[in-house]
């Protein structure tokens, strides 16, 4: 990023958060949690904490950095060296990323740039460049409203895990837009605080459905028939037994008034066991929520703080009050219409507000400040002279 472009984009954040400091959230336990911010240098700042908001939100008001950071963990002294701050706990949080999920939409509008050679293409992330063969390739995502859906859809079925199977009322699950291509999901002061990150690795593989056995349904190689219809789990039944047998019943597509158990019998018998155990195992993964487990079991995981805006998009990391109807696109957005002009690179089609914009290639145009501020974060653009 040049100069000319960070110094306009540190102005354009700190005017925001001038006008909307009092909409970044404080954590509880303030005192407790560390904090960092990267500078538009691309400078990490970390080990900082704060006695209170007005001590936070002054500190963000002096630096109006790219981004702004908070731990999802409590310490003794959080402004000391990692291996000296005194770990107490903290909030069990999953992360969501539309970029792990396979929407076909993606070979639209992510892009790559080999820092090698310099060329780029739109489209999923090569292994090597085609043209020189190296390894160093940079990515860059694009969300659309397809993707994000997609995202949306894993942190529901997450949500539903949580409530029906871990107890956990649905008023305690904060859960955030990202900023840029998914969602967090946060649990404060719940029983799970105090779990260390093997406890916390466990409960990953649970909710991704990657703990299941498809013994649990109480078959093996050797089930008759006449036993199998018996163990075999209803639509009703809690937990992910129930959790397989809907999603089979929806994938053979029976009629309503076909029991699960039937269903699950018949297609043991039609498959076998080898492959009736492959279709269980994939049922586990489509029902299960897809999230990054570095997330949830890094103890010392710093997230993007509520309130606060994504240095690359310039979108707000944003309170979902209520999810199925949250749009991002819409209501992440914190820059207006004014206009801008801005020399494009090479950019995908985008999105911001039901608006469309680009493609565009090495060009100059003048861009909705939201649409241009999304360019140039990312690199993509920079202002015009």
Known sequence: MDKKTSIFLKKKFKEYYFRHIE???SPSRIKEREFGY???DRIMIRHISFQNSGDMQARILKESPNSVYYSTSFYEEPSLPMHEKGWKGGDFTFDIDADTLSSPCRKDHDKWICRICGMQQVGIKPKKCPSCKGTRIHEINIACGICLDDAKNEAIKLQDILINDFGIQKANIDTFFSGSMGYHLSIANSDFAEANQAVRSDI??????????????????KSSYENMIDRFPSESEKGWRG??????????????????QMILTELFQKVG????????EEAAKKSGATIDPAVTTDIHRILRLPGTLHGKTGLLK???KNLENFSP???????GSDPIKVIVDDSPQFSLMEEQFGPFKSESIELPMMAAIYLLGQDMAKVDE
């Open 23 to 25: 909409a970044i959230e």
């Open 38 to 40: 990267m500078t538009f």
């Open 204 to 221: 990953v593989d649970y909710v991704s459905g990657q703990a299941f056995l498809p013994e649990s349904l109480g078959v093996s190689r």
């Open 243 to 260: 959790r397989i047998a809907r999603y089979l019943k929806d994938q053979q597509n029976r009629e309503k008034h076909m029991d699960t």
């Open 273 to 280: 066991y080898r492959k009736f155990k492959l279709a269980i």
């Open 318 to 320: 944003k309170r979902c």
């Open 329 to 335: 696109l819409d209501d992440a957005i914190a820059f």
